[in-house]
T-cell receptor, first 115, second 117 residues
Framework: AQTVTQSQPEMSVQEAETVTLSCTYD???????LFWYKQPPSRQMILVIR??????QNATENRFSVNFQKAAKSFSLKISDSQLGDAAMYFC????????????FGGGTRLMVKP | DADVTQTPRNRITKTGKRIMLECSQT?????MYWYRQDPGLGLRLIYY???????NKGEISDGYSVSRQAQAKFSLSLESAIPNQTALYFC????????????????FGPGTRLTVL
């Protein structure tokens, strides 16, 4: 079974600085997708960024980018120019059509942003 | 209007009571899911349905049941609630054939916070 591990329960960053959230996963599949979801205090799950495993280029979305290391099974999220609104829980998630079409989530990282 | 709605948003109940959480969607998606969220454990899959006649158990289905009344509606029931079912519950949907650009993406409702005393 696939597992997703987020080793940092909490992180903090100064406003305008850069922070990197870690995620590792375990799979025997070669074709899959990885996601980062943000959960602010409103509880809503918001998709931040996605990465297709067959793409070597790291995904970027404005201030958010990933470092996808397929061989190492690592998928970290970098947030540049951190803003107060970035404070939230962040979840890494894995999906493969060959593994039941399920999303498997990590345990989450709580990000605090200091003004 | 929200594409995926959940009712109620918050519920407090007592041990042994039967509880139903409801989910509706206007996205036209065939696939629907129920998750629970606990601190430090992320979201774990309870049940999922790929169409009205297809219901499957997820990772943690014990103590729960579901009903897919229509393509747009998927309900989760706790037949006899217990305190360790206190959690945040999410409904989600996905497109059966989203294409490569949307593969794996799920759309979440706002969540229901359930407290069992």
């Amino acid at each position: 079974a696939q597992t997703v591990t987020q080793s940092q329960p909490e992180m903090s960053v100064q406003e305008a600085e850069t922070v990197t959230l870690s995620c590792t996963y375990d799979t025997s599949e070669s074709d899959y997708y990885l996601f980062w979801y943000k959960q602010p205090p409103s509880r809503q799950m918001i998709l931040v960024i996605r990465q297709e495993a067959y793409k070597q280029q790291n995904a970027t979305e404005n201030r958010f980018s990933v470092n996808f290391q397929k061989a190492a099974k690592s998928f970290s999220l970098k947030i540049s120019d951190s803003q107060l609104g970035d404070a939230a829980m962040y979840f890494c998630a894995y999906f493969s059509e060959n593994a039941g079409n399920m999303l498997t989530f990590g345990g989450g990282t709580r990000l605090m942003v200091k003004p | 209007d929200a594409d995926v709605t959940q009712t109620p948003r918050n519920r407090i109940t007592k041990t042994g009571k039967r509880i139903m959480l409801e989910c509706s969607q206007t996205k036209g998606h065939d696939r629907m899911y129920w998750y629970r969220q606990d601190p430090g454990l992320g979201l774990r899959l309870i049940y999922y349905s790929f169409d009205v006649k297809d219901i499957n158990k997820g990772e943690i289905s014990d103590g729960y049941s579901v009903s897919r009344q229509a393509q747009a509606k998927f309900s989760l029931s706790l037949e006899s609630a217990i305190p360790n079912q206190t959690a945040l519950y999410f409904c989600a949907t996905s497109d059966q054939e989203p294409g490569l650009a949307g593969a794996g993406e799920q759309f979440f409702g706002p969540g229901t916070r359930l407290t069992v005393l």
